[in-house]
């Protein structure tokens, strides 16, 4: 067995050298860096031209340069490295050069996945400049050790700088500096010693007072919305990436939610307010929402686009609006609540799916009132206004419509019958595709049978035995998987033919109802 194992690896090592390396560089600059400390040495221009240097040493063709710009390493969820990744699956490249193992990630757990399982089962060759690690070369327990404890700095490292960073801007939101990326629609950051400040930009301060004024003439969230959308203000985001102000035809607009979002902030009343979300990776959590209580609010940091009293109104009367609200609901009201028999089942004319909504009525009368709406109706140009249908109705109609229905069908057994020929058909069907997955499974069979007697008889060599080998079993698994698929098929045929006709015996019974029973529907 030990021979067999050295002879196999003595022959690969030849293929290996016969092989055409078709490589992606890949590159990362971190978004921990700043203005005041960068390391050029790490620079994207470095980065391509080590890598391609090595490329042009080693014989290797370079196919793409993948970038990532300013991504964490500890995040492999990057745009370029999942496009490199894709690349390999695709088989466009074969081989990843990197100028240092920090580059392609910081968290060590991950990094030696890809190392040691994913790169070697995609067959992808994997070079680390710097740390002069190719895997086409054999690595050894010392080398293998070596790779790991950079790993493990790479990812203390970064759970390091985490701690700092994190420090840093919770100091820098305590003093009132902005510590975010973008600023809140209406203010532009202006970099000062010790931070970040937000300054009102005066191209679009008109248009927040516009909203703010809207709102506090009593106007909705989605009349502000139709309003300013008619007007071809650009929305928050759009402003932010081109600067333009009025919307061109292809840019999106404004919806109730941005807009509940910006009336809601309390930044327009010359607060700060931060610390909201919360990712701490020295403790290895997500992202996840802080509570109330432990925001970082500071006062008066920066000029006001409303007043405080006037904020303060609207507050008010957002949380009136909500409560009288035909969609609103309270907790307690979940638990009475009966079990919703057309959920997932009810569309506009145009695919929109209607969720119900509910509420105790004024007065002191509990009255459960059922309503759909088109949930996505957020006041853009164009948009199709809710629709509203009282459960009873829906009751009422769907009753109606299959009363109709089964008065034109004159005999509910030969209906029956009817329809189980259907389903039977189907299932011979389905049946004879198994007949013919099973006849090709045995030819692949065969097939695989016959190449190793030729191996066996010399006729051909070792690397072509193994290459028609996986070539066929490949054919195999294929099939297999059309055939389990199938089988699946067959079975969910036979289930769909038994609730079929317990519906249709169940329907007849239910003729002169005006509201279907939940099994039904």
């Given at each position: 067995?030990?021979?067999?194992?050295?002879?196999?690896?003595?022959?690969?090592?030849?293929?290996?050298?016969?092989?055409?390396?078709?490589?992606?560089?890949?590159?990362?600059?971190?978004?921990?860096?700043?203005?005041?400390?960068?390391?050029?040495?790490?620079?994207?221009?470095?980065?391509?031209?080590?890598?391609?240097?090595?490329?042009?040493?080693?014989?290797?063709?370079?196919?793409?340069?993948?970038?990532?710009y300013e991504y964490s390493g500890t995040n492999f969820n990057r745009p370029e490295f999942q496009n490199m990744m894709q690349a390999i699956r695709e088989r466009k490249i074969n081989c990843i050069i990197i100028k240092d193992l920090s580059r392609l990630g910081r968290e060590y757990l991950e990094m030696g996945r890809l190392i040691d399982k994913v790169f070697p089962f995609?067959?992808?060759?994997?070079?680390?400049?710097?740390?002069?690690?190719?895997?086409?070369?054999?690595?050894?327990?010392?080398?293998?050790?070596?790779?790991?404890?950079?790993?493990?700095?790479?990812?203390?490292?970064?759970?390091?700088?985490?701690?700092?960073?994190?420090?840093?801007?919770?100091?820098?939101?305590?003093?009132?500096?902005?510590?975010?990326?973008?600023?809140?629609?209406?203010?532009?950051?202006?970099?000062?010693?010790?931070?970040?400040?937000?300054?009102?930009?005066?191209?679009?301060?008109?248009?927040?007072?516009?909203?703010?004024?809207?709102?506090?003439?009593?106007?909705?969230?989605?009349?502000?919305?139709?309003?300013?959308?008619?007007?071809?203000?650009?929305?928050?985001?759009?402003?932010?990436?081109?600067?333009?102000?009025?919307?061109?035809?292809?840019?999106?607009?404004?919806?109730v939610g941005s807009l509940g979002k910006m009336l809601s902030n309390q930044s327009y009343a010359g607060d700060m307010v931060q610390g909201i979300k919360s990712q701490f990776l020295a403790e290895g959590k997500k992202q996840k929402r802080a509570e109330k209580k432990d925001y970082i609010v500071v006062q008066n940091t920066h000029e006001a686009i409303i007043s405080r009293?006037?904020?303060?109104?609207?507050?008010?009367?957002?949380?009136?609006?909500?409560?009288?609200?035909?969609?609103?609901?309270?907790?307690?009201?979940?638990?009475?609540?009966?079990?919703?028999?057309?959920?997932?089942?009810?569309?506009?004319?145009?695919?929109?799916?209607?969720?119900?909504?509910?509420?105790?009525?004024?007065?002191?009368?509990?009255?459960?009132?059922?309503?759909?709406?088109?949930?996505?109706?957020?006041?853009?140009?164009?948009?199709?206004?809710?629709?509203?249908?009282?459960?009873?109705?829906?009751?009422?109609?769907?009753?109606?419509?299959?009363?109709?229905?089964?008065?034109?069908?004159?005999?509910?057994?030969?209906?029956?019958?009817?329809?189980?020929?259907?389903?039977?058909?189907?299932?011979?069907?389905?049946?004879?595709?198994?007949?013919?997955?099973?006849?090709?499974?045995?030819?692949?069979?065969?097939?695989?049978?016959?190449?190793?007697?030729?191996?066996?008889?010399?006729?051909?060599?070792?690397?072509?035995?193994?290459?028609?080998?996986?070539?066929?079993?490949?054919?195999?698994?294929?099939?297999?998987?059309?055939?389990?698929?199938?089988?699946?098929?067959?079975?969910?045929?036979?289930?769909?033919?038994?609730?079929?006709?317990?519906?249709?015996?169940?329907?007849?019974?239910?003729?002169?109802?005006?509201?279907?029973?939940?099994?039904?529907?």
């Open positions: 067995m030990a021979r067999t194992s050295r002879r196999f690896e003595e022959k690969k090592e030849i293929t290996n050298n016969r092989t055409q390396y078709r490589a992606g560089i890949y590159t990362r600059l971190s978004n921990e860096r700043t203005e005041s400390w960068r390391d050029k040495s790490s620079s994207i221009e470095t980065q391509t031209l080590t890598c391609q240097e090595y490329a042009l040493k080693e014989n290797i063709q370079v196919v793409e340069v993948y970038t990532d995609l067959g992808v060759r994997f070079i680390s400049v710097n740390d002069n690690l190719d895997t086409i070369k054999e690595m050894d327990s010392k080398k293998s050790f070596e790779v790991t404890i950079k790993n493990i700095i790479n990812d203390m490292y970064a759970k390091d700088i985490s701690v700092k960073i994190k420090t840093t801007k919770m100091n820098r939101a305590k003093n009132g500096f902005f510590i975010g990326s973008v600023p809140p629609y209406g203010y532009k950051v202006i970099k000062e010693e010790g931070g970040q400040r937000l300054e009102v930009d005066k191209n679009v301060r008109f248009i927040v007072e516009e909203i703010f004024a809207l709102t506090l003439e009593g106007k909705s969230q989605l009349e502000v919305a139709k309003h300013i959308n008619e007007k071809r203000y650009a929305t928050p985001m759009t402003y932010y990436r081109t600067g333009r102000i009025y919307r061109i035809d292809d840019d999106p607009q404004w919806h009293e006037n904020f303060e109104k609207i507050q008010t009367q957002r949380k009136q609006r909500k409560a009288e609200s035909v969609f609103s609901s309270k907790p307690h009201n979940l638990k009475r609540e009966p079990k919703n028999r057309f959920q997932g089942l009810v569309f506009s004319c145009d695919g929109e799916e209607l969720y119900r909504r509910y509420r105790f009525s004024s007065h002191k009368i509990r009255q459960l009132q059922y309503l759909y709406r088109n949930e996505r109706f957020n006041g853009s140009i164009g948009e199709k206004e809710s629709l509203f249908i009282m459960e009873a109705d829906l009751d009422k109609r769907i009753a109606t419509d299959i009363s109709k229905a089964i008065h034109t069908i004159t005999n509910k057994t030969s209906f029956s019958n009817r329809i189980r020929a259907k389903y039977d058909e189907a299932i011979v069907e389905g049946n004879r595709k198994l007949s013919q997955y099973d006849n090709l499974i045995q030819k692949e069979e065969i097939t695989l049978q016959k190449s190793y007697e030729n191996y066996s008889l010399g006729k051909i060599d070792r690397n072509t035995y193994l290459l028609e080998r996986d070539i066929t079993q490949g054919r195999i698994e294929t099939i297999e998987r059309e055939k389990q698929a199938q089988e699946i098929k067959i079975s969910n045929l036979k289930k769909d033919k038994r609730k079929a006709l317990r519906w249709i015996k169940d329907i007849f019974s239910a003729k002169g109802l005006e509201k279907l029973p939940a099994q039904l529907i």
